[in-house]
């Protein structure tokens, strides 16, 4: 199922809003990203014709079953690509932005490696792996191919 990267960080940030204060509304969204009012509205209605949310007549956002998982899949990738980052030596701060921009394009294969070298691992996705049939991992080459960079 492909999610647009805009959808996915308004998701990601409906279910961050809901685990912060327990609720989430257009207002509280357009805050914390930065954006007009207009503009989540229009992702709202996007979010709601792919089921991703619904809409209380109170204007509380609440994720559907589909939009959970695809919240808590990019806030777990966020969250641990930055702890992977920090563990580098890159600031908090850096950390957190850049993995915003590495959650949506990296790929499986390098999320799971990275989360082999998390202490507490990536728990979603070690089971969502486990649950598909996958090939060996290759080994890890010595040297680089130049022709690959």
């Not at 207009?38 to 589909?66: C, F, W």
């Not at 580098?88 to 850096?94: A, K, N, P, T, W």
């Given at each position: 199922?492909?999610?647009?990267?805009?959808?996915?960080?308004?998701?990601?940030r409906i279910l961050m809003l809901q685990q912060e204060k327990g609720?989430?509304?257009?207002?509280?969204?357009?805050?914390?990203?930065?954006?007009?009012?207009?503009?989540?509205?229009?992702?709202?209605?996007?979010?709601?014709?792919?089921?991703?949310?619904?809409?209380?007549?109170?204007?509380?956002?609440?994720?559907?079953?589909?939009g959970s998982q695809v919240a808590e899949r990019m806030l777990e990738?966020?969250?641990?690509?930055?702890?992977?980052?920090?563990?580098?030596?890159?600031?908090?701060?850096?950390?957190y932005e850049d993995a915003c921009k590495m959650e949506h394009d990296?790929?499986?294969?390098?999320?799971?490696?990275?989360?082999?070298?998390?202490?507490?691992?990536?728990?979603?996705?070690?089971?969502?792996?486990?649950?598909?049939?996958?090939?060996?991992?290759?080994?890890?080459?010595?040297?680089?191919?130049?022709?690959?960079?």
């Amino acid at each position: 199922m492909y999610v647009p990267e805009s959808q996915e960080n308004y998701l990601e940030r409906i279910l961050m809003l809901q685990q912060e204060k327990g609720y989430a509304r257009s207002v509280d969204i357009a805050q914390a990203m930065g954006v007009t009012k207009p503009s989540v509205s229009h992702a709202m209605k996007q979010l709601r014709e792919g089921g991703y949310i619904t809409m209380a007549e109170d204007n509380l956002i609440t994720l559907t079953e589909s939009g959970s998982q695809v919240a808590e899949r990019m806030l777990e990738r966020h969250m641990t690509i930055a702890r992977f980052l920090m563990t580098l030596g890159i600031s908090e701060r850096v950390a957190y932005e850049d993995a915003c921009k590495m959650e949506h394009d990296l790929s499986d294969e390098s999320f799971l490696a990275i989360c082999g070298f998390i202490e507490d691992g990536c728990p979603l996705h070690m089971k969502n792996a486990q649950q598909k049939k996958q090939e060996p991992p290759r080994p890890v080459q010595e040297s680089i191919d130049p022709a690959l960079l």
